[in-house]
């Protein structure tokens, strides 16, 4: 041991295999483990919500092999109504936390928010990992409850008490697959408690010289704020899922009200609150929704000036709208609760706010439609994804005018609009989100290019068939069709069946479409054409490196910033865009 | 599955007391069940949530917890030897339970404790079996339209209510029992126990609102012995 | 790719709008004194939505159509940068939240936060796993105690009364349908046994949880004759699905004839 380790290392690269790429320190394949389980987690949300489309279109369906994964729960393979809300808590609870926090914040954040920065890796790389590994053992612990006693719980990735509280008498599920649910989401909340810590901190602490917090790219602003709110809110679900862990099994009352009556049984619970679980849950349940889209902003607003060839409108009025958003998304969880059984007055108070927050949102619309105004847009798959991001975001945005209100909200909540309006402005704008950041930065990340043929055909594929999917669902909505029904015995709900037929098959065909997008994926990362650095000529700092970046990010080189993220269309016929390190002699304006 | 069908009239004559005397070389305990006081009077079930149901049962069904035949009989009555036998084997041949209309047939199944249990449904919608014992293992599973039966057995005696958490009127008993000898009394209240061997018996009635009665009995050689119960009942179901 | 984007996109926009415009799907008839302000407001909000869903789309669509990657072209920015149309947002969306919330405020008030009037036909709620009871308080005109450890759904007795000893509750009247008078106003007090469910009828434009631990109020006046269905709108259990029940309004003389033919014997 002669020569001393160079001291700006914070760790030398690994040589085992295990270090290398399973505990692996390295902000990258950290971020890459993670997109790999948002991909397992994802797959396996789609095929739930295939298995309950064939079942809400077709209720005696029988699904071959079904009663194979649940005697109990589709005896004969025709789906029980039980198993139908199992499936439907799996599908959100999967898509919600292991795919739309994941992949977007998680993956995307790691992988990218150091170089973007210009540091060498994340603050606190065992921390780090831990995120991941604490995730993953979480994502185990979900799946494992396919296989227990009477399966999945059914109450709903909301899992409202006292459905959640009481244990198995609240019904099949309610036994150890909800206990299990409790105690995943615990351990999720750990592993991203650590992880935007991490965020934070690495942002505030570790930025290379010259990039000032104004010079940040606005995918950084995106996972920054994010991590600001995730912190906030995995802070709130945490103890509450202890508590409810600890109402399932250690007999304590925080969330069962005395004098339950369940199935002639006095339950000996006393003097806890139902709607205790509701407010602690919306806290965080709320501003999980921003947690799920601000990265979708920021992504976009990287994405679009880099095929748009100029700059976004106002960056700083993008900064601004994503941090309201996020000041506003922890004074509006009571918009959930409109009918909950809360004092009607707060509906008022929880109304405004929520109204409120539709105003960034519309400045961050408009500001990408005024980039879009004047572009040269090159429409690749990535570029195409951002445009259908804007679309299914304002779809999205303007069903919440609606559901903004209490006193429309007493018709429309619990309907199928509610349904329609989340998966447009949280899974589909983030879904977007993720696509266009997939298509973007996997040539850094594999140095490999995506294949663009397939990927338009993705998307063409996908934004007709969300439409067709999820539009629908706000006439089911306005027409009373209420959501979380494994069938539709009602009589005034019969004439919607035939409109239900249509969304499953639509259904069908968007899940079938994503299986061009897993095939890209994994043709690409092996056999697609090879990458060089900078190959869609764009100017942030993950671009002044190779592709893939080598361990350290930028092999020993210590950046200095001169420029913002998105100099382009520099007036110039030299200069077409200006790199964030270019040197400071070249003038941008 | 044919010898299985083909078994089923046999349990049918065991468990519903019939009146004939069989040439059974074994003594018989028969007798009827009555009440005094004034019975309660059972609502017709409103079946409207499962409008199917309810167009099968018009004018609607009344409901089973007190239902009295002719001369104060009492139906519906458990009548079983709780004491004085020697321990048997559970016969193997399985008995039937069938979800029909939204009712329960029967309302209410005697069996022998590990007695091979088979539900059925025969409805063209999904019923869901909830039975709520207290000292057997409780179970909640549901059966959509044209699932398989669901084979199942009880290991301790007891009896267990039945229900369904989607038609919640539905509402019957699987009545557990140590003993192969039991009968459920018929409209008019009778009862018989057949194929006992010469010896002394405690015989108990149980009635779903009115709890168990028991009485002692000696059986001959050849003879028939007769016990007769009488349920005091109220007026409240409640 | 641009141009067929536009194209796609406005294809969309279009139809999407003309099922909303030609009402092919949508609110049934109403059949509650509160129900028309609530069907105006849904049409106020859905024509302001609408003007912005059609005007955002098909800008986007127009944009997506006319700057695609053409060489020829100078990159042009948006006149006047992002102030204007910051400034535009504020005012435009501002004045839209401020009419719709003080609006919709004083609908919200006339049904959550007014108290039912003087002489409402009082009827109680219980509700649980997976239907919904309603009791009449007979002619005495009160209502029995409720006893939860004497509650037995096997024998009928879904409220937990205890006639024999509890005169009150004796002439108690137990339904599984809401039978109401027209026009008559009704005060509900609901109860939850087990798990919060939820009391919502579309037609009469309401929806309101009935929590556990909790005595929830809501009335309504029902202007229609005729049955309607009451759903569970709170994920409740596995026969989710299956909670219903019926609203039955009857005029003034049937209704009476109904609840004296229900407590008579």
């Not at chain 1, 739930?48 to 194979?68: D, F, N, T, V």
């Not at chain 1, 040539?443 to 969300?466: A, D, S, Y």
């Not at chain 3, 149309?85 to 609006?103: K, Y």
């Amino acid at each position: 041991m002669s020569s001393p380790e160079p001291a700006v290392h914070h760790h030398g690269p690994p040589q085992s295999f295990i270090r290398k790429y399973i505990f692996s320190l390295d902000h990258k394949v950290i971020g890459k483990q993670y997109y790999g389980l948002a991909l397992i987690a994802v797959l396996a949300g789609l095929i739930l919500s295939w298995l309950m489309r064939i079942h809400l279109g077709w209720q005696a369906a029988a699904i071959p092999l079904l009663g194979k994964l649940s005697p109990t729960g589709a005896p004969g393979n025709v789906m029980t109504p039980d198993y139908y809300l199992s499936l439907m808590t799996m599908h959100a609870t999967l898509m919600i936390f292991f795919v739309l926090t994941t992949a977007p914040f998680a993956a995307f954040g790691n992988y990218l928010l150091p170089i973007q920065v210009g540091a060498e890796d994340m603050a606190f790389p065992r921390f780090n990992m831990m995120s991941f590994w604490v995730t993953f053992v979480a994502f185990v612990v979900l799946i494992l409850s396919f296989f227990v006693g009477d399966g999945p719980p059914l109450a709903g990735w909301t899992s409202y008490a006292p459905l959640s509280s009481v244990g198995g008498v609240a019904g099949p599920g309610q036994g150890t697959g909800q206990t299990l649910w409790a105690v995943s989401i615990a351990i999720f909340c750990i592993g991203q408690l650590l992880g935007s810590l991490n965020f934070i901190t690495t942002t505030l602490d570790l930025r290379t010289k010259g990039m000032s917090l104004a010079r940040m790219p606005l995918s950084t602003w995106g996972w920054f704020v994010t991590s600001v709110i995730a912190l906030l809110a995995f802070a709130a679900l945490l103890p509450a899922c202890v508590l409810l862990i600890l109402d399932r099994t250690a007999g304590t009352s925080f969330f069962s009200s005395a004098g339950l009556v369940v199935n002639d049984q006095v339950l000996p619970h006393s003097g806890g609150s139902p709607l205790l679980w509701q407010h602690l849950f919306w806290f965080f349940g709320h501003p999980e929704v921003y947690i799920a889209i601000l990265p979708g902003f920021g992504i976009i607003s990287t994405v679009l000036p880099a095929f748009a060839r100029k700059r976004i409108l106002s960056s700083r009025a993008v900064i601004g709208c994503m941090v309201s958003i996020g000041f506003l998304s922890y004074m509006v969880w009571g918009h959930h609760m409109f009918v909950s059984g809360m004092n009607p007055f707060s509906a008022v108070l929880f109304s405004l706010p929520t109204l409120i927050i539709t105003i960034p949102a519309t400045i961050m619309v408009l500001l990408w439609l005024g980039t879009l105004y004047g572009a040269r847009m090159r429409y690749t798959a990535s570029a195409l994804f951002s445009v259908g991001f804007i679309s299914v975001f304002i779809t999205g945005g303007l069903s919440g005018f609606f559901l903004a209100q209490p006193s429309l909200d007493t018709y429309l909540h619990a309907t199928y609009f509610v349904v329609a309006h989340f998966h447009f402005v949280m899974a589909l704008a983030a879904m977007f989100g993720i696509f266009a950041g997939t298509y973007f930065w996997f040539p850094k990340m594999f140095g490999r290019m995506m294949n663009e043929t397939l990927g338009k055909w993705h998307f063409w594929l996908t934004f007709i068939g969300v439409y067709c999917v999820f539009m629908p669902m706000h006439y089911l909505g306005l027409a009373g069709n209420v959501r979380r029904y494994a069938a539709f015995t009602d009589n005034y709900l019969a004439p919607l069946i035939p409109l239900h037929r249509f969304i499953s098959i639509s259904a069908f065909f968007v899940g079938a479409a994503q299986l061009i997008f897993f095939f890209n994926l994994f043709w690409s990362r092996f056999w697609g054409a090879k990458a060089t650095d900078n190959p869609w000529e764009a100017t942030t700092l993950e671009w002044s490196t190779t592709s893939p970046p080598p361990f350290d990010n930028f092999g020993g080189r210590h950046l200095v910033v001169y420029h913002g993220p998105e100099e382009y269309g520099v007036d110039s016929d030299t200069l077409e865009y200006v790199m964030q390190t270019a040197p400071e002699q070249i003038k941008t304006t | 599955m044919q010898a299985r069908y083909a078994l089923l009239p046999v349990l049918f004559a065991l468990t519903v007391a019939v009146a004939s005397v069989g040439p059974a070389p074994a003594g018989t305990i028969e007798g009827k069940v009555t009440y005094t006081g004034t019975p309660p009077k059972m609502k017709p079930i409103d079946m409207s949530k499962e409008p199917t149901c309810a167009k099968e049962h018009n004018p609607p069904l009344l409901s089973e917890n007190v239902v009295t035949g002719p001369a104060n009989a009492l139906q519906y009555v458990v009548v079983y030897i709780s004491a004085g036998e020697q321990s048997a084997q559970p016969p193997s041949e399985p008995v039937r339970f069938d979800q029909k209309g939204c009712m329960y047939v029967p309302h209410i199944l005697p069996m022998h404790t590990n007695q091979p249990l088979q539900i059925y449904t025969d409805d063209p919608f999904t019923h869901n079996i909830h039975p709520m014992p207290k000292r057997n293992p409780e179970w909640n599973k549901s059966q959509p339209p044209g699932a398989p039966p669901i084979d199942t057995k009880w290991g301790t005696p007891e009896f267990i209510e039945v229900k369904c958490n989607i038609h919640p009127w539905m509402h019957g008993y699987f009545a557990v029992l140590n003993t192969s000898h039991y009968a459920v009394t018929d409209n008019e209240g009778n009862y018989s126990l057949k194929g006992l061997p010469p010896g002394k018996y405690t015989v108990t009635a149980w009635q779903e609102q009115y709890s168990t009665q028991s009485q002692e009995v000696t059986v001959g050689a050849t003879g028939a012995a007769s016990v007769n119960f009488v349920f005091k009942v109220t007026p409240y179901l409640y | 790719m641009g141009k067929l984007f536009g194209v796609v996109l406005a294809i969309i926009t279009v139809v999407s709008a003309g099922f909303i415009v030609a009402h092919v799907w949508w609110m049934p008839v109403d059949i509650s004194t509160i129900g028309p302000r609530i069907d105006r407001q849904l049409d106020e909000t859905m024509l302001a939505t609408g003007v912005l869903f059609l005007s955002s789309q098909l800008i986007l669509a127009a944009f997506a159509w006319k700057f695609g990657d053409d060489k020829e072209r100078k990159i042009k920015y948006f006149p006047g940068g992002g102030g204007p149309l910051i400034v535009f947002a504020i005012i435009l969306v501002g004045m839209e939240i401020l009419v719709l919330s003080f609006v919709g405020s004083k609908v919200w008030a006339s049904i959550y936060m007014t108290p039912p009037e003087q002489g409402s036909l009082q009827v109680d709620v219980a509700a649980e796993q997976f239907a919904f009871n309603f009791r009449y308080p007979g002619p005495d005109g009160k209502f029995g105690t409720v006893h939860p450890e004497r509650v037995r759904d096997g024998n009928g007795n879904f409220f937990g009364l205890d006639p024999e000893n509890d005169v009150d509750a004796r002439d108690d009247v137990i339904v599984g349908t809401l039978t109401v008078p027209l026009g008559q106003p009704v005060a509900l007090t609901m109860h939850s046994k087990d798990m919060i469910h939820s009391f919502y009828v579309p037609e009469l434009r309401i929806q309101q949880d009935i929590v556990p631990g909790l005595t929830i109020p809501l009335h309504f006046t029902a202007t229609k004759v005729g049955k309607f269905e009451i759903v569970c709108t709170q994920l409740c259990g596995l026969g989710h699905y299956s909670m219903r029940s019926f609203l039955e309004v009857l005029p003034q003389d049937q209704f009476d004839q109904w609840l004296k033919s229900q407590s008579g014997d």
